[in-house]
């Protein structure tokens, strides 16, 4: 069974910083894409970046200079370094992981950026 778990969200004030994880199983971890992808509270849902197999990252606009994505394969996990947050960055961060068009999906982890 496919599993996609993330944690590391919270509320933080603007300006500040956060680090998501996103440990996963049932998946071959090594050649997959893995993304972020954040929910809006008004229910959009956006990608925020994404790293390949090979560790090539991309980034929305949004999210260049300011986050960073890296993975670790030994641990089959993925992180998301979110620097110099903004209130625009509050949603819903959800991890996928991707490979030959099937996509998979964790259930998400709160952020909130308020002062």
């Known amino acids: 069974q496919v599993y996609l778990r993330e944690s590391g969200g919270g509320l933080v004030q603007p300006g500040g910083s956060l680090r998501l994880s996103c440990a996963t199983s049932?998946?071959?971890?090594?050649?997959?894409?893995m993304g972020w992808h954040r929910q809006t509270p008004g229910g959009q849902r956006e990608l925020v970046g994404s790293i390949t197999s090979d560790g090539t990252t991309d980034y929305a606009d949004s999210a260049t200079g300011r986050f960073v994505i890296s993975r670790n394969n030994a641990r089959n996990t993925v992180f998301l370094q979110m620097n110099d947050l903004k209130p625009e960055d509050t949603g819903v961060y959800f991890c996928t992981a991707r490979w030959r068009g099937t996509d998979y999906w964790g259930r998400g982890t709160q952020v909130t950026v308020s002062s």
């Open positions: 049932g998946i071959n971890f090594k050649i997959h894409t």
